[in-house]
């Protein structure tokens, strides 16, 4: 009775409206038809387009433009995409929307962006509406490969400066990865609404360094949303549309690709020409393999199926691939039936840091496994090879881009698989020339890579040894040069180039070591220039250098892990500093525990980590010094037991504290 009532009463309230909407209860309860409101149908959706339906050839090439933005960490990338995202409608505007597309757990809590995120915006201007893909970049120097991979699928930039902090160092890297991929460049000058911005100052500065006439500055303030529409529409003005036609056979360039453990892996794809449509047989150029397509879409930014993507376009694809060897990052998709010339695809990334990776308990190395075939599918700028260690079982040698990517690498397989592992001291390829036949025969050649600190060959069998350089850009406040000069000499830095961009600003170039710099330049860099300096670096080839290989052991056993090798001028001091890192790492033990650096078999630094001990005279009132004497040489003989039969159990973060230096 009450049922019946409540559904008459609907019934004569909603009699007016159109849109039917079918509620399904308990099976006790009586299906009940209700009309509701439109608004009232979308404003219950998670955005004003329709999840199914999207006709994307509503879209000509003419009217499709594809963009990136690219600026130094922190000058708010993330932010101004936002803004976007609210402007077009793909998001609703509320006060949460902060950083919408750095949906990792790791971006979130660093506040930094690590992948490069895609998402299709409509924005209607002079009454035409237009496709307008975005890709939102990371800043840090390690990430420089996800920017490089983002630019291959875009026609244009939006080259974010802060207005108080000006261009940094990142900002000319990534500039040049535009220019050089000869891309339309928007300056835009972001944050004008804080109280000590300059956007006078920073105009002047991007024409002088990167020669863009001030007049074409953007001045805007992505926090308040204030003139951010005016970056839409020179984005219509300004960046070209994409030469792809509709008419060609399909083409598409997989610039990025995720695992679900559901569907498979999904492939962000950039159609280079033709159309592909939900059902159609696709193959990989990479591995030849034939794949039906079971979902496509676009990314808003969440994902929206459609039925049919065109040439010009990006979105995504799901083709039924299980395995994580496949959909690789720069790998070209074509019709079953319509072979096409590969796309160039990217150079591959140049791994920078080396560390072994390895399980903490060994039972857990095929899930480990696992976990790292998914993540680097999703980051496939990290080079795998495997390993193992007498101490540490069966692992990786993993290269990354820099130490920064270590750990988010390592805190990824922590939060995203659950995975628990031991990380060794990071370590740069060095290279060897042989000298000895019977090497150069097993290896195949005459200079070799070293990558395991553990493998280093003895002097007698090498000519010469090669250490990895790097061109390193440094912009900061002139107040600092001086203390920065300091700091680079003590890295066996040569200057190669010191300008002044501005009244107060000047950038330089040095020529460094990679090993100097690897671990903790940055740190040191920033903490002199109380944060104002900024730091990039590319790849500078081999220069010979005079290297040795520093062992340390713990008791006489060698701890492989920390195997370093090190210049020869420095060896002493940086072995006496690593065993008084190493002393503070360890925890103290019931025995005593002696540290030592050792070149070969001489020792050249040790630390002693004293022993707990209990006071076996506290019950000795007096007395003869006999009995003293017996009480603590027989504590003095347990504890020489112990320490012959003891483990010493290294802790997981000693393996990077015992690296960072403290600069005097």
């Given at each position: 009775m009450v049922a019946s009532l409540v559904v008459t009463l609907i019934r004569r309230r909603t009699d007016a409206y159109s849109t039917v909407c079918t509620l399904v209860r308990h099976r006790w309860m009586r299906s009940v038809v209700i009309r509701l409101p439109k608004q009232l149908c979308q404003e219950y959706s998670s955005s004003s387009t329709p999840k199914a339906g999207i006709d994307m050839s509503d879209f000509p090439v003419d009217k499709i433009r594809n963009f990136s933005i690219i600026a130094h960490i922190d000058h708010g990338k993330s932010t101004l995409a936002d803004r976007l995202l609210e402007i077009t409608g793909a998001i609703v505007k509320t006060e949460k929307n902060k950083q919408v597309l750095d949906k990792l757990q790791v971006e979130r809590e660093r506040g930094i962006t690590v992948k490069a995120q895609t998402a299709s915006l409509f924005y209607t201007y002079q009454d035409e509406t237009y496709l307008l893909n975005l890709i939102d970049t990371p800043g840090h120097v390690d990430f420089s490969y996800e920017v490089s991979r983002s630019i291959s699928a875009?026609?244009?930039?939006?080259?974010?400066?802060?207005?108080?902090?000006?261009?940094?160092?990142?900002?000319?890297a990534n500039f040049y990865l535009a220019f050089e991929a000869q891309l339309a460049i928007i300056p835009v000058i972001n944050k004008i609404d804080l109280k000590n911005a300059d956007p006078e100052r920073v105009e002047k500065q991007i024409e002088k360094v990167f020669?863009?006439?001030?007049?074409?500055?953007?001045?805007?303030?992505?926090?308040?949303?204030t003139n951010v529409d005016q970056v839409l529409k020179e984005v219509v003005k300004r960046i070209p549309p994409p030469t792809a036609r509709k008419e060609d056979p399909f083409k598409a360039l997989v610039f990025d690709s995720t695992f679900d453990p559901?569907?498979?892996v999904v492939a962000n794809i950039a159609l280079f020409g033709g159309r592909v449509s939900k059902g159609d047989k696709i193959t990989s150029a990479h591995l030849g393999k034939t794949y039906e397509v079971n979902e496509l879409g676009i990314l808003r930014p969440d994902e929206h199926p459609t039925n049919t993507l065109y040439g010009g376009q990006v979105g995504y694809i799901v083709a039924g691939m299980k395995d994580v060897t496949e959909a690789q990052i720069g790998d070209t998709f074509y019709h079953h039936k319509q072979p096409v010339e590969a796309l160039p695809g990217f150079k591959p990334a140049k791994a920078m840091v080396f560390a072994g990776m390895y399980p903490v308990d060994q039972s857990e190395y095929t899930a480990l496994r696992s976990a790292v075939e998914k993540l680097t599918l999703n980051d496939s700028s990290v080079a795998v090879q495997r390993d193992s260690s007498l101490a540490l079982g069966a692992g990786w040698r993993l290269g990354f881009?820099?130490?920064?990517h270590m750990e988010v690498f390592n805190q990824r397989l922590e939060q995203e698989y659950n995975a628990s592992v031991i990380v060794t001291a990071p370590t740069v390829p060095y290279k060897a020339v042989l000298t000895s036949a019977k090497l150069i025969k097993e290896h195949g050649q005459e200079e070799i890579t070293i990558v395991n600190p553990a493998q280093f060959?003895?002097?007698?069998?090498?000519?010469?040894?090669?250490?990895?350089?790097?061109?390193?850009?440094?912009?900061a406040p002139d107040d600092?040069?001086?203390?920065?000069?300091?700091?680079?000499?003590?890295?066996?830095a040569i200057q190669?180039?010191?300008?002044?961009?501005?009244?107060h600003r000047v950038m330089m170039k040095y020529l460094f070591p990679l090993n100097e710099i690897v671990v903790d330049f940055y740190d040191s860099l920033k903490s002199m220039s109380s944060g104002y300096a900024s730091f990039d670096y590319e790849d500078a080839g081999y220069q010979p250098a005079n290297l040795i290989k520093m062992d340390f052991f713990l008791n006489g056993k060698p701890v492989e892990e920390l195997t370093t090798i090190v210049h020869k001028d420095k060896a002493y001091s940086v072995?006496?500093?690593?065993?008084?890192?190493?002393?503070d790492s360890i925890p103290r033990q019931m025995f005593e525990i002696a540290v030592q650096a050792a070149i070969g078999s001489k020792v050249i630094a040790r630390e002693t980590i004293k022993a707990y001990r209990k006071n076996v005279l506290a019950k000795c009132y007096g007395g003869d010094i006999t009995r003293k004497m017996k009480l603590l040489k027989k504590q003095a003989e347990g504890k020489k037991k112990m320490r012959r039969i003891g483990n010493i159990e290294v802790p997981k973060d000693a393996f990077i504290n015992v690296l960072k230096r403290k600069e005097k």
């Open positions: 875009c026609q244009g930039v939006l080259l974010v400066v802060d207005a108080n902090q000006g261009i940094q160092a990142q900002t000319v020669d863009i006439p001030t007049e074409e500055c953007i001045r805007i303030s992505a926090k308040q949303g559901y569907r498979g881009l820099g130490l920064l060959p003895d002097r007698s069998m090498v000519s010469e040894y090669l250490e990895p350089m790097v061109l390193g850009t440094i912009i600092f040069t001086g203390k920065i000069m300091t700091l680079c000499l003590n890295r066996r190669k180039n010191m300008v002044y961009i501005d009244d072995g006496k500093a690593m065993c008084e890192r190493l002393k």
